[in-house]
């Protein structure tokens, strides 16, 4: 149980264009989800903290107009890089807290890794 | 624990020996603490939590060890298999902030090999 999934598994895109990223909690309803961004060789830096129902809060630094965020269902996130550049190549990880289990462990997805030309 | 840097610390280890990994975190607010395990090209894997009204958890043939009074947390992995080799990471939350859920607050990692 608790299996997270993202689409694509990996995307290459032109500078300029958006790119769509879905997390999926496949087995487990979850009002908060996660999505964070790891490049190479770095830990993993929280980007975003995604509410059902409601505006995503954002971490310190991150763009919300560049990186946006909705969480239209119980099961359903997605991040849309805007206009995305080269700088924004990176791994794109989500993480999901079943609903009703407040601050216990967050099962992440697989991630996606973004690259942009 | 504070994300920076280039390169990851390594350990490296004879295959079924012990190994202990370390972490030191920055935020004394923080009471909820969990290792995760990470292989090239994947997501976190979850490998065993921690509250911090414990000092010690184990789990199968994993062992973590919370040091509140110097901020201190270690993943000590016994009788170390191939299949160990990874990058593991410690993780950091609030459960009583207040308000909604918070995310984690990751370290920095440490590459973990296992020596034939």
């Known amino acids: 149980g608790a299996v997270v999934s993202q689409h694509p598994s990996w995307v290459i895109c032109k500078s300029g264009t958006s790119v769509k990223i879905e997390c999926r909690s496949l087995?487990?309803?979850?009002?908060?989800m996660f999505w964070y961004r790891q490049f190479p060789k770095q830990s993993l830096m929280l980007m975003a903290t995604?509410?059902?129902?409601?505006?995503?809060?954002?971490e310190q630094g991150v763009e919300k107009d560049k990186f946006l965020i909705n969480h239209a269902s119980l099961t359903l996130s997605t991040l849309t890089v805007t206009s995305a550049h080269p700088e924004d190549s990176s791994f794109y990880i989500c993480?999901?807290?079943?609903?009703?289990?407040?601050?216990?462990?967050?099962?992440f997805g697989p991630g996606t890794r973004l690259l942009v030309l | 624990g504070e994300s920076v840097g280039l390169h990851l610390p390594t350990l490296s280890v004879q295959e079924g020996d012990n190994s202990i990994i370390n972490c030191a975190y920055s935020?004394?607010?923080?009471?909820?603490f969990i290792w995760y395990k990470q292989e090239s090209g994947k997501g976190p894997q979850f490998i065993i939590d921690?509250?911090?009204?414990?000092d010690k958890r184990q789990g199968q043939r994993v062992t973590v060890l919370l040091n509140k009074t110097v901020k201190h947390l270690s993943l000590q992995i016994a009788a170390t298999q191939p299949g160990d080799s990874a990058v593991y990471f410690c993780a950091e939350t609030s459960m009583y902030s207040g308000g909604g859920a918070d995310g984690l607050t990751f370290g920095k990692g440490t590459h973990l090999i296992i020596q034939p």
């Open positions: 993480s999901a807290e079943p609903w009703g289990r407040v601050r216990e462990t967050q099962y």
């Open positions: 935020n004394s607010a923080s009471d909820y």
């Open positions: 995604s509410n059902e129902g409601s505006k995503a809060t954002y």
């Open positions: 921690i509250r911090s009204n414990m």
């Open positions: 087995d487990f309803q979850a009002t908060t």
